[in-house]
């Protein structure tokens, strides 16, 4: 897992950096802004978003890859697409585990 960058970032963005590091992410975003419509996306393969990378596939076999916020440019870009909410996993990658039941 590479190191957080806190370069440029206030204490309160270097917490949420720290906080999201490596940890996909699932978003509600309000692109129209609080009073238009809102919308959750866990997938990046419509909206790329700058600063926003992909997991590798192989973290969630059979699906999109998952989106993580490991930068500064990444929290502006989730701010300027919108994003009213981020969700995280508990897990963070590599150390994910998949189960199906």
């Given at each position: 897992m590479q190191p957080v960058n806190f370069a440029g970032m206030t204490e309160r963005d270097a917490r949420l950096a720290e906080a999201i590091h490596e940890r996909p992410l699932s978003l509600v975003r309000a692109p129209d802004g609080i009073g238009g419509e809102q919308f959750f996306q866990k997938h990046s393969e419509r909206f790329g978003i700058a600063g926003?990378?992909?997991l590798p596939v192989a973290l969630h076999p059979g699906h999109a890859p998952l989106m993580v916020a490991n930068s500064a440019k990444a929290l502006v870009g989730?701010?300027?697409m919108g994003v009213l909410e981020?969700?995280?996993w508990n897990a963070v990658a590599p150390d994910l585990v998949a189960l199906t039941v």
């Open positions: 926003v990378t992909e989730l701010a300027q981020l969700h995280t």
